[in-house]
């Protein structure tokens, strides 16, 4: 169980998103990737350390201002780029997930008859596809994120983003660590706070149950539980 970093901002988030997944590299892993919305998905995956993944996304001069990032602890499929996060459904939805879920069998059967195709090994990938699947019918990533919560058993803090929604970043989170981070114009989500610490100190700890959509301006969040101090 390893890193998520996710921010939304003004500004270039390539570094944010590197410098916070070198935070959490203390709790091991053994591949890093990255995801930036930007006219289309783009995603530079690496095995090994973090350090390489930043070499090649320097190579691609990848730059953005909405994105995701992830070290993966593999549980799910072989230590190989393929398996590394974020997994991406038909270029318009990417995701980053830490944790294991449990009915990845049965969604990946309910998910090839409808027509998807598989590029992993990971528990992972189904994830990615049922989001596809929820915003391509209603457009709404933060609904398509809840209805996809709702399908899933197991432990997840997941991060989504979509190419046709440029300032959202969904969350949602089971069983794992997720926070998001509030800054001024500018907002955050992470598996441990010790990830965006260097951007703000304001967080919100997610419970289980929780969803959330993280904007530029601002944060929705749907409690798991409809009320909370
Ligand atoms: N189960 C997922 C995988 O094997 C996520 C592992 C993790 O938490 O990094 O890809």
Redesign the pocket.
Known sequence: ??GIVGAIARRNIVPILTEGLKRLEYRG?DSAGIAIVDGSIRRVRRVGRVAEMEAAVREENLTGILGIA????????GVTEP?A?PHVSSGEIAVV?????ENHEEQRARLKSLGYAFESQ???EVIAHLVHHYFKAGGDLFVATQKTAADLRGAYAIGVVALADPDTIAGARMGCPLVVGLGEGENFLASDVSAIIAETRRVIYLEDGDVVAVRRGGVLLELADGVRD
């Open positions: 169980m390893c892993y992830h070290t993966r602890w593999a549980t799910h499929g398996n996060h997930h830490n944790g294991i879920i990971t528990d992972t």
